[in-house]
């Protein structure tokens, strides 16, 4: 897969890959990237910081802890629409702008079969469940521009240096471009019939490399564009009983869905430009895959008040599929001194190694913790969670390669990029709910510290941490419940829209993320 996408783990490490399909740090960003689970479950467990641990009794212990489904003694069905809103505040070239969007989903749905007393039996009960959920929603939105007053700062010069590091003949460059339906066999060729890599009729050269381009001296307006969209999301069947009320242990099956999607476009502007309006691209990238986990969990109560729980996660094993495109566009001045004329606007690039087949293994998961019930369980509870997240066990590996040795390579590659790049992290997380009645209310916070080892992107890994905090409201009787809870989740990013040999002439935008969440999720008893 020739990803050209600018997310640039590049600047700070070695140098690219001899085979052709992208670059081994790239997937080593996706696997983390389809990995970084931030909250999920349903609105009450939400609101208590994103805590499974050792709570029961909730369509949650699905996908959390599956021993907390053994607590229910009686069967629930129950659904959780979802709203996410972002408000980044970005940083690109010296000015600041703002970035907003909203997305609409269905968070969970969930069916909980409790089974009946056995009486004298030291298993009192068993429950069954299933459920839909969304382990991580990619929902984002970045907008960003500023004026860049280096003259060799500029996405046309990426063209420029890869044509002449390829030492491309002119006439590779010209025949590989395909006016006629618009399209191009590489990138360079096609920013060749945009004329963003100068003809050499243009230039003080003989024909072919070194190529130049036009505007080279002049400021730049530059904007970068960012949407994804998509989740990490699972169906559930987990089982799980009681041993004298005192032991709960569960287990469970997951089937994963992977969807997502990002749209990356950059527009540039020369400034009072002599021979272009604008010139840009965009690139798209969509990723589907399939996967599956178990997990096994169990909670003890160690008293009335007090009790604790564990639960492992395995590593999910997904096979993803990937397609990514590219898009190169320019508008030229008319007239212009150069007389250019465009034979068209907009090149696509087609290349049947930007389809590509793998992989993927996420992170094991552990967590440990304790709740402590009030007043003998008429007040409310306390409750805290430790999660261990395995980051260096992410794996991607292909057999795409027709050199059984390049899929080795490739594998080993990506391995190594995991490891000098990201460390294993323990998330903290704790929350409280008190009872009044019918009415719940419930408060949280979570602390995920940054998986990265390294400064990247001119954003420390420090400011990477990201701080969840979480309220909800809550009211249930005999047959129905309903739970609101919303969040507030925020840490730093930032990536490079493009990059040049020189880090001084390579931009960078960061990012303070803000992100919203509201969940509310509706059951009924039966």
């Given at each position: 897969?020739?990803?050209?996408?600018?997310?640039?783990?590049?600047?700070?490490?070695?140098?690219?890959?001899?085979?052709?399909?992208?670059?081994?740090?790239d997937y080593a960003d996706d696997a983390f990237r389809f990995s970084d689970f931030t909250q999920s479950g349903t609105a009450r467990f939400r609101a208590l910081?994103?805590?499974?641990?050792?709570?029961?009794?909730?369509?949650?212990?699905?996908?959390?802890?599956?021993?907390?489904?053994?607590?229910?003694?009686?069967?629930?069905?129950?659904?959780?629409?979802?709203?996410?809103?972002?408000?980044?505040?970005?940083?690109?070239?010296?000015?600041?702008?703002?970035?907003?969007?909203?997305?609409?989903?269905?968070?969970?749905?969930?069916?909980?079969?409790?089974?009946?007393?056995?009486?004298?039996?030291?298993?009192?009960?068993?429950?069954?469940?299933?459920?839909?959920?969304?382990?991580?929603?990619?929902?984002?939105?970045?907008?960003?521009?500023?004026?860049?007053?280096?003259?060799?700062?500029?996405?046309?010069?990426?063209?420029?240096?890869?044509?002449?590091?390829?030492?491309?003949?002119?006439?590779?460059?010209?025949?590989?471009?395909?006016?006629?339906?618009?399209?191009?066999?590489?990138?360079?060729?096609?920013?060749?019939?945009?004329?963003?890599?100068?003809?050499?009729?243009?230039?003080?050269?003989?024909?072919?490399?070194?190529?130049?381009?036009?505007?080279?001296?002049?400021?730049?307006?530059?904007?970068?564009?960012?949407?994804?969209?998509?989740?990490?999301?699972?169906?559930?069947?987990?089982?799980?009983?009681?041993?004298?009320?005192?032991?709960?242990?569960?287990?469970?099956?997951?089937?994963?869905?992977?969807?997502?999607?990002?749209?990356?476009?950059?527009?540039e502007t020369p400034v009072n430009g002599v021979v272009f309006n604008n010139y840009g691209q965009v690139n798209t990238f969509n990723v589907r895959g399939n996967?599956?986990?178990?997990?096994?969990?169990?909670?003890?109560?160690?008293?009335?008040?007090?009790?604790?729980?564990?639960?492992?996660?395995?590593?999910?094993?997904?096979?993803?599929?990937?397609?990514?495109?590219?898009?190169?566009?320019?508008?030229?001045?008319?007239?212009?001194?150069?007389?250019?004329?465009?034979?068209?606007?907009?090149?696509?690039?087609?290349?049947?190694?930007?389809?590509?087949?793998?992989?993927?293994?996420?992170?094991?998961?552990?967590?440990?913790?304790?709740?402590?019930?009030?007043?003998?369980?008429?007040?409310?509870?306390?409750?805290?969670?430790?999660?261990?997240?395995?980051?260096?066990?992410?794996?991607?590996?292909?057999?795409?390669?027709?050199?059984?040795?390049?899929?080795?390579?490739?594998?080993?590659?990506?391995?190594?990029?995991?490891?000098?790049?990201?460390?294993?992290?323990?998330?903290?997380?704790?929350?409280?709910?008190?009872?009044?009645?019918?009415?719940?209310?419930?408060?949280?916070?979570?602390?995920?510290?940054?998986?990265?080892?390294?400064?990247?992107?001119?954003?420390?890994?420090?400011?990477?941490?990201?701080?969840?905090?979480?309220?909800?409201?809550?009211?249930?009787?005999?047959?129905?419940?309903?739970?609101?809870?919303?969040?507030?989740?925020?840490?730093?990013?930032?990536?490079?829209?493009?990059?040049?040999?020189?880090?001084?002439?390579?931009?960078?935008?960061?990012?303070?993320?803000?992100?919203?969440?509201?969940?509310?999720?509706?059951?009924?008893?039966?």
């Amino acid at each position: 897969m020739n990803k050209q996408f600018y997310f640039s783990i590049a600047l700070a490490l070695s140098s690219p890959l001899a085979f052709g399909q992208g670059a081994a740090f790239d997937y080593a960003d996706d696997a983390f990237r389809f990995s970084d689970f931030t909250q999920s479950g349903t609105a009450r467990f939400r609101a208590l910081g994103g805590n499974h641990a050792s709570l029961g009794g909730d369509a949650s212990n699905l996908f959390g802890n599956a021993a907390g489904l053994a607590f229910y003694n009686r069967s629930e069905l129950s659904i959780s629409p979802n709203f996410t809103s972002v408000s980044n505040q970005n940083t690109f070239l010296g000015q600041q702008t703002t970035s907003t969007g909203n997305k609409v989903n269905v968070g969970q749905f969930g069916l909980v079969l409790a089974g009946k007393s056995t009486g004298s039996s030291r298993w009192r009960r068993t429950a069954f469940g299933i459920t839909y959920s969304q382990s991580a929603n990619f929902f984002d939105y970045t907008d960003a521009r500023g004026l860049n007053n280096n003259p060799n700062s500029s996405i046309a010069q990426t063209y420029v240096n890869a044509a002449n590091s390829a030492k491309y003949s002119e006439a590779e460059l010209s025949d590989a471009f395909l006016p006629g339906s618009r399209s191009a066999d590489f990138r360079e060729a096609a920013a060749y019939g945009l004329y963003l890599i100068n003809p050499t009729i243009y230039s003080s050269t003989s024909a072919g490399p070194p190529y130049t381009r036009f505007d080279a001296t002049r400021q730049k307006d530059q904007r970068a564009t960012l949407s994804r969209s998509g989740s990490h999301s699972q169906w559930s069947i987990a089982y799980a009983g009681n041993l004298d009320d005192k032991l709960y242990i569960g287990g469970s099956i997951a089937l994963t869905r992977l969807r997502y999607t990002s749209e990356y476009t950059f527009l540039e502007t020369p400034v009072n430009g002599v021979v272009f309006n604008n010139y840009g691209q965009v690139n798209t990238f969509n990723v589907r895959g399939n996967g599956i986990n178990a997990s096994l969990g169990l909670i003890y109560k160690l008293s009335p008040q007090l009790q604790v729980g564990a639960n492992l996660i395995t590593p999910t094993f997904s096979s993803a599929n990937e397609a990514f495109t590219q898009t190169l566009t320019a508008v030229a001045k008319n007239p212009n001194p150069e007389n250019i004329t465009l034979k068209t606007n907009s090149v696509d690039v087609i290349d049947p190694a930007n389809n590509f087949e793998y992989s993927l293994q996420t992170p094991l998961r552990a967590s440990g913790g304790a709740t402590y019930f009030l007043g003998n369980n008429k007040i409310g509870f306390i409750t805290a969670t430790a999660e261990y997240v395995g980051y260096q066990g992410m794996r991607v590996r292909t057999s795409a390669f027709s050199n059984q040795q390049d899929n080795t390579d490739f594998k080993n590659d990506v391995k190594r990029f995991v490891q000098e790049t990201y460390q294993n992290v323990v998330n903290i997380r704790a929350g409280a709910e008190i009872r009044a009645g019918l009415l719940r209310i419930r408060g949280g916070v979570a602390y995920l510290p940054s998986a990265y080892k390294m400064d990247l992107d001119r954003v420390a890994k420090a400011d990477r941490d990201k701080i969840l905090l979480s309220a909800g409201l809550g009211v249930r009787n005999d047959r129905f419940f309903a739970d609101l809870a919303g969040s507030y989740l925020t840490y730093k990013s930032g990536f490079t829209p493009f990059e040049l040999p020189n880090a001084v002439d390579t931009p960078t935008l960061s990012t303070n993320n803000r992100n919203t969440n509201l969940m509310l999720t509706v059951g009924v008893f039966f």
